[in-house]
Protein backbone atom coordinates (compact mmCIF):
# COMPACT_ATOMS: atom_id res chain seq x y z
CA UNK A 1 0.00 0.00 0.00
CA UNK A 2 2.02 3.37 0.67
CA UNK A 3 0.89 4.91 -2.72
CA UNK A 4 -1.60 7.70 -2.95
CA UNK A 5 -1.45 7.33 -6.54
CA UNK A 6 -5.65 5.75 -6.84
CA UNK A 7 -4.51 4.31 -10.62
CA UNK A 8 -2.12 1.96 -8.53
CA UNK A 9 -4.50 0.82 -5.80
CA UNK A 10 -7.17 -1.60 -5.90
CA UNK A 11 -9.55 -1.10 -2.79
CA UNK A 12 -12.02 -3.61 -1.48
CA UNK A 13 -14.91 -2.26 0.58
CA UNK A 14 -16.24 -4.66 2.51
CA UNK A 15 -19.44 -4.76 4.99
CA UNK A 16 -20.09 -7.30 7.66
CA UNK A 17 -23.76 -8.41 7.44
CA UNK A 18 -24.11 -11.47 9.24
CA UNK A 19 -26.65 -12.17 12.04
CA UNK A 20 -30.39 -11.50 11.91
CA UNK A 21 -29.97 -9.35 15.34
CA UNK A 22 -31.42 -10.92 18.06
CA UNK A 23 -32.12 -7.84 20.18
CA UNK A 24 -33.84 -6.82 17.45
CA UNK A 25 -36.95 -9.36 18.20
CA UNK A 26 -37.87 -9.53 14.39
CA UNK A 27 -37.61 -12.22 11.79
CA UNK A 28 -36.09 -9.56 9.57
CA UNK A 29 -32.34 -9.37 9.31
CA UNK A 30 -31.08 -6.63 10.74
CA UNK A 31 -29.78 -5.46 7.91
CA UNK A 32 -33.04 -5.03 5.92
CA UNK A 33 -34.98 -2.60 8.35
CA UNK A 34 -35.34 0.63 7.60
CA UNK A 35 -33.97 4.22 8.80
CA UNK A 36 -35.63 7.32 6.83
CA UNK A 37 -37.11 5.28 4.46
CA UNK A 38 -33.68 2.90 3.23
CA UNK A 39 -32.49 -0.09 4.83
CA UNK A 40 -29.50 -0.09 7.40
CA UNK A 41 -27.49 -1.82 4.62
CA UNK A 42 -28.35 0.39 1.52
CA UNK A 43 -27.04 3.52 3.35
CA UNK A 44 -23.99 1.71 4.34
CA UNK A 45 -23.30 0.62 0.84
CA UNK A 46 -24.18 4.38 -0.05
CA UNK A 47 -21.39 5.50 2.65
CA UNK A 48 -18.65 2.96 1.18
CA UNK A 49 -18.88 4.39 -1.96
CA UNK A 50 -17.02 7.37 -0.91
CA UNK A 51 -13.90 5.03 -0.87
CA UNK A 52 -14.45 4.39 -4.55
CA UNK A 53 -14.08 0.63 -4.26
CA UNK A 54 -12.98 -1.55 -6.95
CA UNK A 55 -14.77 -4.34 -5.61
CA UNK A 56 -17.82 -5.10 -2.87
CA UNK A 57 -18.03 -8.01 -0.69
CA UNK A 58 -20.65 -8.81 1.83
CA UNK A 59 -20.24 -11.25 4.78
CA UNK A 60 -23.23 -13.11 5.37
CA UNK A 61 -24.92 -15.16 7.49
CA UNK A 62 -27.43 -18.17 6.80
CA UNK A 63 -30.15 -16.11 8.26
CA UNK A 64 -29.50 -13.17 6.18
CA UNK A 65 -29.14 -14.63 3.05
CA UNK A 66 -31.78 -12.03 1.89
CA UNK A 67 -29.61 -9.12 1.96
CA UNK A 68 -28.68 -9.13 -1.42
CA UNK A 69 -31.65 -9.21 -2.88
CA UNK A 70 -32.52 -5.96 -1.27
CA UNK A 71 -29.74 -3.61 -2.52
CA UNK A 72 -30.60 -1.66 -5.53
CA UNK A 73 -27.31 -2.28 -7.26
CA UNK A 74 -26.10 -5.58 -6.21
CA UNK A 75 -24.56 -6.58 -9.59
CA UNK A 76 -21.09 -7.97 -9.21
CA UNK A 77 -21.04 -8.09 -5.17
CA UNK A 78 -18.68 -10.67 -3.54
CA UNK A 79 -20.70 -12.92 -1.04
CA UNK A 80 -19.10 -14.86 1.75
CA UNK A 81 -21.22 -16.65 4.49
CA UNK A 82 -20.07 -16.57 7.84
CA UNK A 83 -21.63 -20.02 8.76
CA UNK A 84 -20.61 -20.40 12.29
CA UNK A 85 -20.10 -16.59 14.33
CA UNK A 86 -16.49 -16.74 14.99
CA UNK A 87 -16.72 -12.79 15.38
CA UNK A 88 -15.52 -9.97 13.37
CA UNK A 89 -12.39 -11.44 13.15
CA UNK A 90 -13.05 -14.41 10.98
CA UNK A 91 -15.42 -12.41 9.12
CA UNK A 92 -12.98 -10.06 7.67
CA UNK A 93 -10.90 -12.84 6.89
CA UNK A 94 -14.02 -14.80 4.90
CA UNK A 95 -14.72 -11.57 2.86
CA UNK A 96 -11.24 -10.73 2.59
CA UNK A 97 -10.57 -15.03 0.77
CA UNK A 98 -13.66 -14.38 -1.27
CA UNK A 99 -12.67 -11.26 -3.14
CA UNK A 100 -10.22 -10.77 -5.71
CA UNK A 101 -7.34 -9.17 -4.80
CA UNK A 102 -7.02 -5.77 -3.35
CA UNK A 103 -4.36 -3.80 -1.93
CA UNK A 104 -6.62 -1.52 0.47
CA UNK A 105 -9.56 -3.26 2.29
CA UNK A 106 -12.03 -0.70 3.74
CA UNK A 107 -13.87 -2.82 6.43
CA UNK A 108 -17.87 -1.44 7.33
CA UNK A 109 -20.76 -2.75 9.62
CA UNK A 110 -24.36 -2.98 8.24
CA UNK A 111 -26.01 -1.66 10.94
CA UNK A 112 -24.28 2.00 11.51
CA UNK A 113 -26.78 3.45 9.29
CA UNK A 114 -25.73 7.39 9.73
CA UNK A 115 -21.73 6.74 8.17
CA UNK A 116 -21.58 9.05 5.84
CA UNK A 117 -19.56 8.77 2.56
CA UNK A 118 -17.31 11.55 3.20
CA UNK A 119 -16.23 10.09 6.30
CA UNK A 120 -15.20 6.81 4.47
CA UNK A 121 -13.57 9.13 2.08
CA UNK A 122 -11.47 10.71 4.95
CA UNK A 123 -10.78 7.08 6.08
CA UNK A 124 -9.67 5.97 3.13
CA UNK A 125 -7.24 9.20 2.60
CA UNK A 126 -5.18 9.01 6.30
CA UNK A 127 -5.10 5.51 5.33
CA UNK A 128 -2.82 6.25 1.91
CA UNK A 129 -1.14 9.40 3.64
CA UNK A 130 0.13 7.33 7.15
CA UNK A 131 1.05 4.20 5.33
CA UNK A 132 -0.21 2.59 8.32
CA UNK A 133 -1.70 -1.60 7.98
CA UNK A 134 -4.53 -0.60 10.48
CA UNK A 135 -6.15 2.45 9.96
CA UNK A 136 -8.92 3.03 12.30
CA UNK A 137 -12.25 5.55 11.76
CA UNK A 138 -12.73 6.91 15.42
CA UNK A 139 -14.77 9.70 17.31
CA UNK A 140 -15.17 11.63 20.19
CA UNK A 141 -18.06 11.17 22.61
CA UNK A 142 -18.94 12.97 25.50
CA UNK A 143 -20.04 9.51 26.86
CA UNK A 144 -17.89 6.72 25.31
CA UNK A 145 -20.62 4.16 26.67
CA UNK A 146 -19.92 0.25 25.17
CA UNK A 147 -17.65 1.81 22.99
CA UNK A 148 -14.04 0.60 22.71
CA UNK A 149 -10.98 3.27 23.96
CA UNK A 150 -8.23 3.79 21.34
CA UNK A 151 -5.12 3.82 23.56
CA UNK A 152 -2.31 5.72 22.84
CA UNK A 153 1.60 6.20 23.47
CA UNK A 154 3.21 8.95 25.08
CA UNK A 155 4.27 10.65 21.54
CA UNK A 156 -0.29 10.16 21.15
CA UNK A 157 0.24 6.96 18.54
CA UNK A 158 -2.79 4.38 18.96
CA UNK A 159 -1.23 0.91 20.12
CA UNK A 160 -4.33 -0.85 21.45
CA UNK A 161 -8.28 -0.53 22.07
CA UNK A 162 -9.56 -1.29 25.49
CA UNK A 163 -13.19 -2.51 26.19
CA UNK A 164 -15.08 -1.30 28.81
CA UNK A 165 -15.46 -4.31 30.58
CA UNK A 166 -11.18 -4.28 30.75
CA UNK A 167 -10.77 -0.74 31.59
CA UNK A 168 -10.48 2.01 34.04
CA UNK A 169 -14.17 4.09 34.52
CA UNK A 170 -12.06 7.26 35.51
CA UNK A 171 -10.66 7.36 31.67
CA UNK A 172 -13.63 7.15 30.15
CA UNK A 173 -15.05 10.61 32.37
CA UNK A 174 -15.94 13.30 29.54
CA UNK A 175 -14.81 13.52 26.03
CA UNK A 176 -13.56 10.04 24.64
CA UNK A 177 -12.23 9.22 21.71
CA UNK A 178 -13.59 5.96 20.65
CA UNK A 179 -13.77 3.32 18.10
CA UNK A 180 -16.40 3.13 15.33
CA UNK A 181 -15.41 -0.34 14.50
CA UNK A 182 -14.96 0.56 10.43
CA UNK A 183 -11.09 0.57 9.62
CA UNK A 184 -9.12 0.72 6.90
CA UNK A 185 -6.61 -2.57 6.26
CA UNK A 186 -3.47 -3.08 4.40
CA UNK A 187 -5.01 -6.02 2.49
CA UNK A 188 -2.05 -8.08 1.91
CA UNK A 189 -0.76 -7.37 5.77
CA UNK A 190 -4.30 -8.46 7.19
CA UNK A 191 -4.52 -11.80 5.28
CA UNK A 192 -1.62 -13.03 7.35
CA UNK A 193 -2.15 -11.33 10.66
CA UNK A 194 -5.76 -12.53 10.95
CA UNK A 195 -4.61 -15.68 10.63
CA UNK A 196 -2.63 -15.23 13.92
CA UNK A 197 -6.10 -14.01 15.77
CA UNK A 198 -6.37 -15.98 19.08
CA UNK A 199 -9.92 -16.64 20.34
CA UNK A 200 -11.36 -14.53 22.92
CA UNK A 201 -11.45 -16.09 26.48
CA UNK A 202 -14.66 -15.02 27.24
CA UNK A 203 -16.67 -15.57 23.81
CA UNK A 204 -14.47 -18.00 21.82
CA UNK A 205 -14.79 -15.24 18.75
CA UNK A 206 -12.32 -13.84 16.94
CA UNK A 207 -12.32 -10.08 16.98
CA UNK A 208 -10.87 -7.70 14.46
CA UNK A 209 -9.98 -4.94 16.69
CA UNK A 210 -7.03 -7.28 17.79
CA UNK A 211 -5.49 -6.42 14.68
CA UNK A 212 -4.56 -3.21 16.28
CA UNK A 213 -2.55 -4.70 18.99
CA UNK A 214 -0.59 -7.01 16.87
CA UNK A 215 0.12 -4.11 14.18
CA UNK A 216 1.65 -2.38 16.88
CA UNK A 217 4.03 -4.87 18.33
CA UNK A 218 5.59 -6.05 15.15
CA UNK A 219 6.32 -2.69 14.29
CA UNK A 220 9.88 -2.16 12.76
CA UNK A 221 11.85 1.06 13.14
CA UNK A 222 12.28 2.25 9.40
CA UNK A 223 8.40 1.88 8.51
CA UNK A 224 5.54 4.14 9.64
CA UNK A 225 3.36 3.51 12.47
CA UNK A 226 1.55 0.96 11.70
CA UNK A 227 -2.25 1.76 13.10
CA UNK A 228 -3.69 5.32 12.68
CA UNK A 229 -6.30 6.93 13.24
CA UNK A 230 -8.98 9.58 11.70
CA UNK A 231 -11.94 11.12 13.43
CA UNK A 232 -15.38 11.16 12.13
CA UNK A 233 -18.93 12.32 13.32
CA UNK A 234 -19.88 10.88 16.43
CA UNK A 235 -23.22 10.22 14.22
CA UNK A 236 -20.98 7.11 12.26
CA UNK A 237 -20.46 5.79 15.89
CA UNK A 238 -24.07 4.77 16.34
CA UNK A 239 -24.68 1.40 15.99
CA UNK A 240 -28.64 -0.06 16.24
CA UNK A 241 -28.63 -3.55 17.93
CA UNK A 242 -32.59 -3.01 19.04
CA UNK A 243 -35.01 -1.15 18.62
CA UNK A 244 -34.47 1.39 20.74
CA UNK A 245 -31.21 2.12 18.74
CA UNK A 246 -33.20 2.17 15.78
CA UNK A 247 -35.86 4.59 16.94
CA UNK A 248 -32.66 6.83 17.68
CA UNK A 249 -31.02 6.42 14.63
CA UNK A 250 -33.93 7.19 12.68
CA UNK A 251 -34.78 10.29 14.51
CA UNK A 252 -31.37 11.17 14.31
CA UNK A 253 -31.74 10.63 10.17
CA UNK A 254 -34.92 12.97 9.86
CA UNK A 255 -33.06 15.51 11.45
CA UNK A 256 -30.31 16.08 8.92
CA UNK A 257 -32.71 15.64 6.40
CA UNK A 258 -34.55 18.40 7.52
CA UNK A 259 -31.40 20.22 8.19
CA UNK A 260 -30.35 19.69 4.63
CA UNK A 261 -33.98 21.03 3.30
CA UNK A 262 -33.99 24.13 5.16
CA UNK A 263 -30.63 25.25 3.95
CA UNK A 264 -31.82 24.76 0.36
CA UNK A 265 -34.98 26.56 0.98
CA UNK A 266 -37.54 24.65 2.05
CA UNK A 267 -39.88 26.32 5.12
CA UNK A 268 -40.75 23.63 7.96
CA UNK A 269 -43.44 24.91 10.09
CA UNK A 270 -42.43 23.09 13.31
CA UNK A 271 -40.06 20.93 11.83
CA UNK A 272 -39.49 18.57 14.73
CA UNK A 273 -43.00 17.25 13.75
CA UNK A 274 -42.20 16.62 10.25
CA UNK A 275 -40.64 13.25 9.19
CA UNK A 276 -38.66 13.36 5.36
CA UNK A 277 -37.74 10.07 4.27
CA UNK A 278 -33.84 10.24 3.26
CA UNK A 279 -34.67 9.86 -1.00
CA UNK A 280 -36.97 12.52 -0.95
CA UNK A 281 -36.69 15.61 -3.05
CA UNK A 282 -38.19 18.81 -1.94
CA UNK A 283 -37.93 22.19 -4.38
CA UNK A 284 -37.25 25.78 -2.92
CA UNK A 285 -39.91 27.50 -1.41
CA UNK A 286 -41.86 25.03 -0.40
CA UNK A 287 -43.96 24.85 2.66
CA UNK A 288 -44.15 21.38 4.67
CA UNK A 289 -46.63 22.21 7.99
CA UNK A 290 -46.90 20.68 11.06
CA UNK A 291 -47.09 16.66 11.31
CA UNK A 292 -46.60 16.05 7.61
CA UNK A 293 -44.71 13.50 6.60
CA UNK A 294 -43.17 12.76 3.44
CA UNK A 295 -41.79 9.15 2.57
CA UNK A 296 -39.66 6.74 0.34
CA UNK A 297 -39.67 8.06 -3.47
CA UNK A 298 -41.56 10.78 -3.39
CA UNK A 299 -40.52 14.17 -5.36
CA UNK A 300 -41.72 17.56 -4.61
CA UNK A 301 -41.71 20.38 -6.74
CA UNK A 302 -41.08 24.44 -6.17
CA UNK A 303 -43.60 26.43 -4.12
CA UNK A 304 -46.20 23.72 -2.77
CA UNK A 305 -47.82 23.99 0.42
CA UNK A 306 -48.24 20.35 2.06
CA UNK A 307 -50.30 19.96 5.30
CA UNK A 308 -50.73 20.01 8.27
CA UNK A 309 -50.72 16.68 8.44
CA UNK A 310 -50.19 15.09 5.22
CA UNK A 311 -49.20 11.67 4.56
CA UNK A 312 -47.28 11.81 0.61
CA UNK A 313 -45.63 8.28 -0.32
CA UNK A 314 -44.16 7.18 -3.53
CA UNK A 315 -45.59 9.84 -4.85
CA UNK A 316 -44.36 13.10 -8.11
CA UNK A 317 -45.77 16.30 -6.85
CA UNK A 318 -45.77 19.50 -9.27
CA UNK A 319 -44.86 23.12 -8.80
CA UNK A 320 -47.36 24.87 -6.88
CA UNK A 321 -49.69 21.96 -5.70
CA UNK A 322 -51.66 22.43 -2.10
CA UNK A 323 -52.06 19.00 -0.82
CA UNK A 324 -54.35 19.89 2.71
CA UNK A 325 -54.25 17.15 5.30
CA UNK A 326 -55.12 14.46 2.80
CA UNK A 327 -52.39 11.24 2.27
CA UNK A 328 -51.17 10.65 -1.56
CA UNK A 329 -49.47 6.88 -2.31
CA UNK A 330 -48.26 6.45 -5.56
CA UNK A 331 -49.69 9.06 -7.70
CA UNK A 332 -48.65 12.20 -10.03
CA UNK A 333 -50.26 15.31 -9.47
CA UNK A 334 -49.34 17.91 -12.13
CA UNK A 335 -48.76 21.92 -11.47
CA UNK A 336 -51.28 23.69 -9.33
CA UNK A 337 -53.51 21.42 -8.25
CA UNK A 338 -54.89 21.37 -4.97
CA UNK A 339 -55.97 18.31 -3.07
CA UNK A 340 -58.19 18.51 0.40
CA UNK A 341 -58.32 18.35 3.12
CA UNK A 342 -59.26 14.84 4.18
CA UNK A 343 -58.62 13.12 0.68
CA UNK A 344 -57.10 9.95 -0.30
CA UNK A 345 -55.53 9.78 -3.72
CA UNK A 346 -54.50 6.07 -4.09
CA UNK A 347 -51.79 3.87 -6.14
CA UNK A 348 -51.99 4.73 -10.10
CA UNK A 349 -53.96 8.14 -9.50
CA UNK A 350 -52.51 10.60 -12.20
CA UNK A 351 -54.03 14.35 -11.75
CA UNK A 352 -53.80 16.33 -14.30
CA UNK A 353 -52.66 20.71 -13.64
CA UNK A 354 -55.19 22.84 -12.25
CA UNK A 355 -57.33 19.90 -10.63
CA UNK A 356 -59.64 20.66 -8.10
CA UNK A 357 -60.02 17.50 -5.17
CA UNK A 358 -61.70 18.75 -2.43
CA UNK A 359 -62.70 17.49 1.24
CA UNK A 360 -63.23 13.60 1.36
CA UNK A 361 -62.73 12.27 -1.83
CA UNK A 362 -61.41 9.20 -2.85
CA UNK A 363 -59.39 8.67 -6.00
CA UNK A 364 -57.74 5.16 -7.46
CA UNK A 365 -55.85 4.09 -10.45
CA UNK A 366 -57.66 7.15 -12.28
CA UNK A 367 -56.44 9.82 -14.78
CA UNK A 368 -57.42 13.12 -14.15
CA UNK A 369 -57.18 15.52 -17.10
CA UNK A 370 -56.38 19.29 -16.42
CA UNK A 371 -58.90 21.06 -15.01
CA UNK A 372 -61.03 18.33 -13.63
CA UNK A 373 -63.37 19.62 -10.24
CA UNK A 374 -63.97 16.58 -7.78
CA UNK A 375 -65.28 18.73 -4.69
CA UNK A 376 -66.46 16.69 -2.36
CA UNK A 377 -67.60 12.86 -1.02
CA UNK A 378 -66.64 11.15 -4.37
CA UNK A 379 -64.88 8.22 -5.41
CA UNK A 380 -63.21 8.05 -9.00
CA UNK A 381 -61.45 4.26 -9.05
CA UNK A 382 -60.28 2.68 -12.33
CA UNK A 383 -61.38 5.26 -14.56
CA UNK A 384 -60.45 8.35 -16.93
CA UNK A 385 -61.85 12.15 -16.55
CA UNK A 386 -61.38 14.89 -19.54
CA UNK A 387 -60.49 17.84 -18.62
CA UNK A 388 -62.31 20.76 -17.36
CA UNK A 389 -64.78 18.01 -16.50
CA UNK A 390 -67.16 18.45 -12.67
CA UNK A 391 -67.84 15.27 -10.56
CA UNK A 392 -70.58 16.58 -8.00
CA UNK A 393 -71.18 16.00 -4.47
CA UNK A 394 -71.12 11.94 -3.62
CA UNK A 395 -70.42 10.92 -6.96
CA UNK A 396 -69.21 7.35 -7.43
CA UNK A 397 -68.00 5.43 -9.84
CA UNK A 398 -69.40 1.50 -9.24
CA UNK A 399 -65.83 -0.15 -10.52
CA UNK A 400 -66.32 -3.93 -8.18
CA UNK A 401 -68.66 -5.78 -9.13
CA UNK A 402 -67.56 -8.58 -6.65
CA UNK A 403 -65.32 -10.06 -9.43
CA UNK A 404 -63.60 -8.31 -11.25
CA UNK A 405 -62.80 -4.14 -11.58
CA UNK A 406 -63.94 -2.40 -14.59
CA UNK A 407 -63.10 0.95 -15.90
CA UNK A 408 -65.12 4.02 -16.49
CA UNK A 409 -64.70 6.74 -18.85
CA UNK A 410 -65.75 10.21 -18.66
CA UNK A 411 -65.00 12.92 -21.79
CA UNK A 412 -64.22 16.50 -21.36
CA UNK A 413 -66.19 18.93 -19.85
CA UNK A 414 -68.65 15.99 -18.92
CA UNK A 415 -71.01 17.32 -15.36
CA UNK A 416 -71.95 14.07 -13.11
CA UNK A 417 -74.31 15.70 -10.96
CA UNK A 418 -74.71 15.09 -7.08
CA UNK A 419 -75.28 11.21 -6.32
CA UNK A 420 -74.60 10.05 -9.64
CA UNK A 421 -73.90 6.09 -9.88
CA UNK A 422 -71.57 5.63 -13.13
CA UNK A 423 -71.77 1.26 -12.87
CA UNK A 424 -68.80 -0.02 -14.86
CA UNK A 425 -67.71 -0.72 -17.19
CA UNK A 426 -69.18 2.57 -19.19
CA UNK A 427 -68.30 5.71 -21.06
CA UNK A 428 -69.72 9.54 -20.89
CA UNK A 429 -69.14 11.30 -24.02
CA UNK A 430 -67.99 14.78 -23.94
CA UNK A 431 -70.33 17.58 -22.38
CA UNK A 432 -72.61 14.79 -20.91
CA UNK A 433 -74.48 15.46 -18.04
CA UNK A 434 -76.12 13.09 -15.32
CA UNK A 435 -78.95 14.60 -13.31
CA UNK A 436 -78.26 14.60 -9.43
CA UNK A 437 -78.83 10.79 -7.60
CA UNK A 438 -79.04 9.25 -11.32
CA UNK A 439 -78.02 5.76 -11.38
CA UNK A 440 -76.59 5.24 -14.87
CA UNK A 441 -75.90 1.73 -16.12
CA UNK A 442 -75.30 2.29 -19.87
CA UNK A 443 -72.82 4.79 -21.91
CA UNK A 444 -74.12 8.15 -22.41
CA UNK A 445 -73.92 9.58 -25.71
CA UNK A 446 -71.47 12.97 -26.02
CA UNK A 447 -73.56 16.23 -25.20
CA UNK A 448 -76.59 13.92 -23.94
CA UNK A 449 -78.29 14.28 -20.31
CA UNK A 450 -79.22 11.46 -18.33
CA UNK A 451 -81.59 11.38 -15.08
CA UNK A 452 -83.67 9.13 -13.31
CA UNK A 453 -82.74 5.49 -11.96
CA UNK A 454 -81.85 3.54 -14.09
CA UNK A 455 -80.87 6.92 -16.38
CA UNK A 456 -82.97 7.66 -19.32
CA UNK A 457 -81.68 10.36 -21.80
CA UNK A 458 -83.95 13.42 -21.73
CA UNK A 459 -81.88 15.60 -24.18
CA UNK A 460 -79.60 14.28 -26.98
CA UNK A 461 -76.41 16.19 -27.85
CA UNK A 462 -76.12 17.98 -31.36
CA UNK A 463 -75.56 14.40 -33.08
CA UNK A 464 -79.11 12.74 -32.78
CA UNK A 465 -82.39 12.72 -31.01
CA UNK A 466 -84.28 10.45 -28.72
CA UNK A 467 -87.59 10.83 -28.99
CA UNK A 468 -88.71 7.67 -27.42
CA UNK A 469 -86.69 8.78 -24.08
CA UNK A 470 -84.64 5.29 -23.69
CA UNK A 471 -82.84 4.08 -20.96
CA UNK A 472 -79.46 5.21 -21.21
Known amino acids: MGTSDRSEERVGLLVLAAGVGSRMRS ?17 VLRAGAGACPDVVGLVLSPESMSVPRAISHNTGVVIAIQAVPRGTGDAVRLGLEALPAVDCLVVLYSDHPLLEPLSVAKLLERSRASRAKVTLLSAILDDAGGYGRIVHDADGRPIGIVELRDDDRALRMGATEINTGMMALDASWARHALSHLRPSGATGELYLTELVAIAARDVCRDEPWPVASVRGDADDALGVNDRIDLARAE ?102 ARVHVGNFAEIKNA ?26 AGAVTANFDGREKHHTEIGARAFIGSGSVLRAPIRIGDDARTGAGSVVTRDVPAGSTVVGMPARVVRRGPAGTNPHNEEA
Request: hydrophobic share 40%; aromatic share 2%.
Open 251 to 352: SRAWERKRTRLLREGVTMRLPESIMVDEDVVVGADTVILPHSQLLGDTHVGTACVLGPAAVIKDAHIGDRVIIRSSTVESSIIADDTDVGPYSHLRAGSEIG
Open 27 to 43: SLPKPLHTVAGVTMIER
Open 367 to 392: RLAAGVKVGHFSYIGDAALGADTNIG
